[in-house]
């Protein structure tokens, strides 16, 4: 299994750029989310998806889109980057249950010019 | 407010010492807690799950512990080695309808030889 996969690694945008971060995993889970990390705050959640078709908005929402065709991906759309969105992204995938582990992506560090 | 609060902030010892880092919470309705430890550039990986009911979750040369009437926890690491340098990160999940995830800001682990 290559667990959660994220690309691009690395990515420089324009200030009104918009681009859309990819997000896959082969664990046939259910449950996926996109967080923001950011320098001395923790991980906040931006959007999650409980299932193909269904998608709900996180506590950091706003200038993000998501969609959940399949099962195995999970593509965050910036409309147009605004240097505030400068952050790492982290995509996120577990089964249902609330105890069961949270597997992360290695993440993707987005700068906004 | 559901918040969760590491401390220190960052550590420095020297291999093969131990070292006990802490974790406070305010999570209201409590599911679970956890840690992961967070490599440079790398995304989160999981190390111990606890729940209401359990005391002591042990991985190797870490042990989580889990005060539910005081609402803290501790990570200890064993013996540590050049390889723990990371962040770790204390996650307190609620059960709201959907389970939610508050992440602390981390603590700075670095072991030197």
């Known amino acids: 299994n290559a667990g959660v996969t994220q690309t691009p690694k690395f990515q420089v945008l324009k200030t009104g750029q918009s681009m859309t971060l990819q997000c896959a995993q082969d664990?046939?889970?259910?449950?996926m989310s996109w967080y923001r990390q950011d320098p001395g705050m923790g991980l906040r959640l931006i959007h999650y998806s409980v299932g193909a078709g269904i998608t709900d908005q996180g506590e950091v929402p706003n200038g993000y889109n998501v969609s959940r065709s399949t099962t195995e991906d999970f593509p965050l759309r910036l409309l147009s980057a605004a240097p505030s969105q400068t952050s790492v992204y982290f995509c996120?995938?577990?089964?249902?249950?609330?105890?069961?582990?949270?597997?992360f992506g290695p993440g993707t560090r987005l700068t906004v010019l | 407010k559901n918040q969760v609060e590491q401390s220190p902030q960052s550590l420095i010892i020297l291999e093969g010492k131990n070292c006990t880092l802490q974790c406070n919470y305010t999570v209201s309705p409590f599911s679970n807690l956890r840690w992961y430890k967070q490599d440079t550039g790398r995304g989160p990986v999981s190390l111990t799950i606890m729940t209401f009911s359990e005391n002591t979750k042990s991985n190797g040369r870490y042990t989580a512990t889990l005060d539910a009437d005081t609402k803290q926890s501790s990570l200890h690491i064993t013996a540590s080695q050049l390889s723990d340098s990371a962040s770790y990160i204390c996650v307190v999940s609620a059960l709201t309808g959907t389970y939610k995830y508050i992440f602390g800001t981390g603590t700075r682990l670095k072991v030197l030889a």
């Open positions: 664990m046939n889970h259910e449950y």
């Open positions: 996120a995938s577990r089964t249902r249950g609330g105890s069961d582990t949270q597997y």
